[in-house]
C-alpha cells in the first residue's frame, strides 16, 4: 500500500482552494505602494514617498482563548479583525501608519469554509486600517489541535516620519487623559472571562441576560475596535503626548509603558461609562476590582494625553471619525507611589 500525504492527515488540495478563495480577499485590501499579489514565497511592499526618514513599526500577536469562544459559538468571520486589530493598534500608538499585515493560520484538519471565514474576518480588519493584506502561511498540522479547532499569529509592519514618533516622552504633569471607549472585551482576559461565566455563572453562550440584551456569544465576539484610522486623523487635530493601547494588564499595567520618569496618570473611573458584561463577569466570578482592572480594559480600549491646548480638538477628531471620547484624568507627578491612580 502507497501512502499519501492526505493519508497522513494533510491535504494539499484543500490548502490550494483556501489560496484559491483567499486571493480576491487580499486583492480588495490593495494599497498603492503594494508590489505583486497573494501567492509567492514573499509579499512585497514600497515605503510611501514624501518620507524624508521613514522609521519602520512592526508589532505581532494573536487572538488568545477568544478562539475557545469562537470554536464554541460556530463564529469564524469576525476573529479576522481581531488579530488584525490587536496588531495594527499596538504600531499605531508609535503614530505609524500601518502598511501591511500577515497572518499565520493553523489547524489539525483544514476545513476551506471556515479558514475561508477567518481570512474574510482578517480582510475586513485590515481594510479598516486602511493596510494591505500582504500574504500569510496556512499549516495543516495533523494530530496537534483538536477537531474543529485553530490558532492565529499575525504581524503587521507601518511607518512613521522619524521626527513624528509617539514616544511618551512629551508627557508632563497637567496633560489631559482621554479615554476612547472600547467596544467589550476586545482580544484579552477571555480565560478569565470564560471561567466567570460559562463555569461559576453555569450559563450558556445562547444565553440572552436582560442587562445585555443579546446572546452571551454576541457580546464575547464583538470584534475589538480598530483605532488607525481615527488616530490618523486625531494627529492632525492637534499634538498627542502619548497614546496607549490598553490590552492585556488593563490600566494598570499598560499606561505606565507610555510614561516618562516622574509622571504618574489620575483617573477617574466614574468619567467614562464601562460595558455591562464587566459588570455581569465581577458579579458571577466573584472578581475583586483590582483584578477587574488589571485583566480587562473595563471600557477603554485607547489612552491618550495630550496638552491642555489641544484636548478639545483632538477629542473632536475621534468624535468624528466615529468613536467615543471622554476626559477621564491628568497627568500628575508622580511620587514614588503607583503610576496609575484610580480614583
Not at 500601518?98 to 485590515?126: Q, R
Request: hydrophobic letters at 45%.
Amino acid at each position: 500500500m502507497s501512502l499519501s500525504y492526505r493519508d497522513a492527515g494533510v491535504d494539499i488540495d484543500a490548502g490550494d482552494e483556501l489560496v484559491r478563495r483567499i486571493k480576491p480577499l487580499a486583492e480588495r485590501t490593495r494599497i498603492a505602494e503594494q508590489l505583486g499579489g497573494i501567492g509567492g514565497f514573499a509579499g512585497l511592499c514600497a515605503l510611501p514617498s514624501g518620507l524624508k526618514e521613514p522609521i519602520l513599526v512592526s508589532g505581532t500577536d494573536g487572538v488568545g482563548t477568544k478562539l475557545k469562544v469562537a470554536f464554541a459559538a460556530g463564529v469564524h468571520h469576525t476573529i479576522g479583525i481581531d488579530l488584525v486589530a490587536m496588531c495594527v493598534n499596538d504600531i499605531a500608538t508609535c503614530g505609524a501608519r500601518p502598511l501591511f499585515f500577515l497572518d499565520y493560520f493553523a489547524t489539525g484538519k483544514l476545513d476551506v469554509e471556515t479558514g475561508a471565514k477567518v481570512v474574510e474576518g482578517i480582510a475586513e480588519g485590515c481594510k479598516q486600517a486602511g493596510c494591505a493584506l500582504l500574504g500569510g502561511e496556512t499549516a495543516e498540522l495533523p494530530g496537534f489541535y483538536g477537531g474543529g479547532e485553530y490558532d492565529l499569529a499575525g504581524f503587521a509592519v507601518g511607518v512613521v516620519e522619524k521626527s513624528l514618533i509617539i514616544d511618551g516622552s512629551k508627557v508632563r504633569p497637567g496633560d489631559v487623559v482621554l479615554g476612547v471607549s472600547s467596544s467589550g472585551l476586545h482580544s484579552n482576559g477571555y480565560s478569565l472571562a470564560r471561567k466567570a461565566l460559562l463555569e461559576h455563572g453555569k450559563l450558556e453562550l445562547s444565553t440572552v441576560l436582560p442587562e445585555l440584551g443579546e446572546s452571551l456569544a454576541d457580546v464575547l465576539l464583538r470584534p475589538t475596535r480598530i483605532y488607525v484610522k481615527a488616530i490618523q486623523a486625531a494627529l492632525l487635530a492637534g499634538p498627542i503626548h502619548s497614546l496607549c493601547h490598553v490590552t492585556g494588564g488593563g490600566l494598570p499595567e499598560n499606561l505606565p509603558r507610555v510614561l516618562p520618569a516622574g509622571v504618574a496618570l489620575e483617573l477617574d473611573v466614574a468619567s467614562w461609562q464601562r460595558p455591562v458584561i464587566f459588570d455581569v463577569i465581577q458579579r458571577l466570578g466573584g472578581v475583586v476590582d483590582s483584578e477587574m482592572y488589571r485583566t480587562f480594559n473595563m471600557g477603554l480600549g485607547l489612552v491618550l494625553t495630550v496638552p491642555e491646548s489641544s484636548a478639545d480638538a483632538v477629542a473632536s477628531a475621534f468624535v468624528d471619525a466615529g468613536e467615543r471620547v471622554q476626559r477621564i484624568g491628568r497627568a500628575v507627578a508622580h511620587d514614588g507611589g503607583p503610576r496609575v491612580i484610580l480614583r
